[in-house]
């Protein structure tokens, strides 16, 4: 393989061949995350599912409400005070329906199988050991 820089290098050795192709297989083995964990701004809409929250603070993000069974469902808007979060995808927070489309459980009841962060984590720890090897 060439390598123009260190990094390029790297890459290679991360993914055993081309990096971008590396990340390209790795974008499609990745799954989209099943929770949301918007955290709300002050005056950002809040979503409380009156049938189905398992309690008074348990709510959605705009986004989880618009692509969520709960739109069909009584439920209050009301404005954050600047803290919490979107509870989509929290199988505690809901009696049924706890995941919108957007973060929804894979087919299979598979998590995410690879996390994109994670090996870009590992890739970065490498390339510490590598640099302090190198420099010793």
Known sequence: PHCDTLLDCLGYLLFRGDPKQGLE???????????????????????????????????????????????????????????????????????RDPHCSLHKVPEDGAKSTVSIIGVVLVFVAFLFVFVSVLFS
């Open 25 to 95: 297989d790795l974008k499609a083995k990745s799954t989209p995350p099943t929770m949301c964990g918007r955290v709300f701004r002050s005056g950002e809409s809040t979503y409380l599912c009156l049938d189905c929250g398992a309690d008074m603070t348990c709510v959605l993000c705009a986004q989880c409400f618009q692509h969520s069974a709960h739109r069909s469902h009584r439920y209050r808007m009301a404005a954050s005070g600047g803290s919490g979060c979107c509870d989509c995808g929290d199988e505690s927070a809901w009696k």
